[in-house]
């Protein structure tokens, strides 16, 4: 046998020596330094472990949340309005904001307000026109309302025959007259007036209505868990327009505050004359519910 072949065999006997080591348990845990950090018992040690990385991690996984949340909105605003409704209160709850919903006029919130006015112990409605006291939104708490149910419910509607300097009426009239050609011959006045005359069969159900002068700036519906919110526009009539919904809060209790100040405000009863103010009344939000 040559010296070479005698080297390459040699060689061969190595390399197949290696490959047995390597088949021993334990034998590849220098590749594997996990398995390293295992105390006696097999549980992992906190020994060896950077403590910056670790912090890294939990700051990515973090921002990885909050990017998700931000991509899943974006998805909800452009595929689906129930997904952008539920985001909306999602994220409003994890950066403290009392906004629950934002509904893209009156017919979407409807179903909400409807159940809303089913639980009600308490009702509180500040409105320009009064129609959609009529509509199925309100049925709970008038035509669909149950003879043993006990619900107080207090409706604020324009003064219409006020004497003030500025008649607001009129004012909100010609806006609607701009894109209603049916506005802007006293059309308002008169629905107003028929609402009012609506009322007055409930008002021995513990329903009080009042009237205020002063600018039809949107809707109000406050009860003792929620608050509807809608700002009227211009351009539009007020069902169109965005409606939002707050749950308790600071927020929530300043609507209360507007919708009492100006309820102390207001004509007693169906008059349409603001006379001077009436006793304050119990307020929309018992003191044991504060």
């Known amino acids: 046998m040559s010296p070479d072949s005698h080297r390459s065999d040699k060689s061969l006997v190595g390399e197949l ?18 398995e390293q950090s295992k105390g006696p018992s097999g549980q992992h040690s906190w020994e060896g472990m950077n403590v910056g990385d670790w912090l890294q991690g939990i700051a990515t996984s973090v921002v990885g949340g909050v990017v998700l949340l931000i991509f ?18 999602a994220l409003g709850r994890l950066l403290g904001i009392e906004l629950d919903k934002v509904y893209e006029s009156s017919a979407m919130a409807q179903p909400d307000l409807t159940y ?27 035509a669909g309302r149950p003879e043993h149910r006990s619900v107080r419910v207090r ?15 009129k004012q909100r009239e010609i806006e609607l007259g701009r894109f209603d050609a049916s506005f802007g011959h006293g059309l308002l006045r008169r629905q107003i007036g028929s609402n009012v005359e609506f009322l007055r069969g409930y008002q021995g159900r513990n329903v009080e209505v009042r009237r205020y002068s002063m600018p039809h700036l949107g809707r ?4 003792e868990r929620a608050a509807y919110l809608a700002f009227y526009r211009a ?3 007020g069902r169109e327009c965005h409606v939002y919904r707050f749950h308790r809060g600071d927020f929530y209790d300043g609507l209360v505050r507007i919708f009492e100040l100006a309820w102390d405000a207001g004509a007693l009863g169906g008059d ?7 006793p304050r009344g119990t307020s929309v939000v018992d003191s044991a519910d504060r």
């Open 17 to 34: 020596e290696r490959l047995a080591e390597l088949q021993e348990p334990g034998a590849l845990t220098d590749d594997f330094p996990e």
């Open 72 to 89: 899943l909105a974006v998805v909800g605003a452009v595929f689906s309005r129930q997904a952008r409704w539920v985001l909306n209160g």
């Open 116 to 142: 809303d006015m089913r639980r009600a112990r308490t009702v509180a409605i500040f409105t320009g026109r009064g129609d959609e006291l009529q509509r199925e939104a309100f049925k709970p708490l008038f």
């Open 155 to 169: 409706v604020l509607l324009p003064a219409t025959n006020t004497g003030a300097r500025v008649d607001w009426v």
């Open 220 to 223: 109000l519906v406050i009860t």
């Open 235 to 237: 351009d539009v009539h």
């Open 272 to 278: 349409s004359t603001v006379t001077e103010r009436p």
